[in-house]
């Protein structure tokens, strides 16, 4: 557990991905087929799923398979898209965006985020644990993970739901608080310059971020994340609940011995900013005055979401109630939002996302079911800030030979950009 190592910026686990949020069927081949079937390969987080479907024509279909390397990720994975399909009678759009957001990328989050965050976990509980041989919902199929990772799954959701023991409890361990686990990663990160910790966070923000492009975080918003990992503060409130869905445990060698520790041990230097806030459609958010942006990646990022979000309600597979739009921003009743259960949640017309044992990519090849049965394999992580170009070049080559023995080959037209690894199958 040494101090000021560069590598550790990106922490050892993806709770968020290090590359904009893509439409995974506007990169490749024509599209000369409407049932589509992709695999995501270490993704981190839901942002190309959300925004695939949002660029679905109403004939397509769509079937991402997805595998993770941890059901740490796996399991933040469902809790993020069980709050994108929470319907709009059960919370508005501003304040789903809002709580998505926060539970995304705030280390800290609002009491009232923290319930939704619980409901959530208990739900999810309930799904993973099920024996039936079909998904109880069909965007959050986990059926096909092995009963240890399912497992896995219903104790790390256990933990989430967890209530803070009161100072008198002596039968809970104490909680791992944020505030600390972040302070810690930072110390150990930075080393000797923690005491100039501002000049670093500005040297990495307009070196390294602004230097690929990503001009528009601002510096204060940048510093506040990187100061208490705080990137989303949208509406006056506290923010002193700790995210239990950015906690996860890490194995140390020690004293001859292995330790586990529970604390942060994502990512401290590129930022939740990649995901949602550094690209838009929709230019008037990328305006400047000044040389200055106008707006931030926080403004954009909630922009994004919500029109993801709109795009969900729009593939609704149930009738929409009467209610207006007007209406539903209305808070709900107590009563209504912690009766939204699985089988409440939005199901999505000709959309299913599902979940593949971790050790499923070097195994693939081995099964006939999957032989050409993907249209694309995608790989993507452009923004690690603390990587050398020998250690980028050697990830390529890795992803390379993995996708070569799957019978696939990277795809490159006139689209393709330098973010991103788009495989498709070799052609014959």
């Not at 330790?259 to 008037?284: H, N, Q």
Request: glycine share 6%; net charge neutral.
């Amino acid at each position: 557990m040494s101090a000021g190592r560069a590598s550790e910026g990106a922490g050892c686990i993806t709770w968020w991905g290090f590359s904009p949020a893509r439409d995974l069927l506007s990169t490749g081949p024509v599209r000369l087929e409407e049932d589509f079937n992709v695999l995501l390969v270490g993704s981190g987080d839901p942002r190309h799923i959300l925004k695939t479907i949002s660029g679905l024509k109403s004939q397509e279909s769509l079937h991402v398979w997805v595998i993770e390397d941890s059901m740490e990720v796996v399991a933040r994975q469902l809790l993020l898209l069980y709050l994108a399909l929470v319907p709009k009678e059960s919370m508005g759009s501003n304040e789903k965006t809002e709580v998505f957001l926060e539970v995304f990328g705030n280390g800290e989050i609002r009491s009232q985020t923290e319930e939704t965050l619980r409901r959530a976990a208990s739900q999810l509980t309930l799904s993973v644990t099920e024996t039936l041989e079909t998904a109880t919902h069909a965007s959050l199929n986990t059926t096909l993970l092995k009963f240890k990772e399912r497992d896995e799954l219903a104790r790390i959701f256990k933990l989430w739901t967890q209530p803070r023991p009161s100072s008198s409890s002596s039968e809970c361990a104490a909680p791992v608080l944020m505030s600390t686990a972040w302070d810690y990663r930072v110390r150990q990160h930075l080393g000797t310059r923690y005491d100039s910790k501002k000049s670093c966070f500005d040297w990495d923000l307009i070196m390294k971020l602004h230097e690929k492009g990503c001009g528009v975080i601002n510096k204060q918003q940048y510093a506040q994340w990187r100061e208490r990992g705080l990137a989303f503060e949208m509406r006056e409130g506290v923010y002193q609940r700790t995210n239990p869905s950015l906690l996860s445990s890490r194995v140390f060698s020690q004293k001859g011995g292995k330790v586990s520790y529970r604390g942060y041990w994502g990512d401290i230097v590129s930022s939740p900013y990649l995901s949602f806030g550094i690209e838009t459609a929709d230019k008037s958010l990328l305006k400047t005055q000044n040389g200055q942006h106008i707006k931030t990646a926080q403004d954009i990022s909630f922009a994004n979401v919500q029109e993801l979000f709109q795009s969900l309600s729009s593939r609704r597979g149930c009738p929409n109630t009467s209610q207006s739009d007007a209406k539903a921003e209305e808070p709900p009743p107590e009563a209504d939002r912690n009766s939204v259960t699985i089988n409440d949640l939005m199901h999505l017309n000709g959309i299913s996302v599902t979940f593949l044992p971790s050790d499923s990519l070097y195994k693939l090849p081995e099964k006939q079911k999957y032989s050409h049965f993907f249209n694309t394999i995608y790989f993507s992580a452009r923004y690690i800030l603390d990587l050398t170009k020998e250690q980028v070049a050697g990830f390529a080559e890795k992803v390379a030979s993995i996708a070569l023995e799957a019978e696939f080959e990277a795809w490159r037209d006139e689209k393709s950009d330098d973010v991103h690894a788009v495989f498709v199958p070799q052609r014959k």
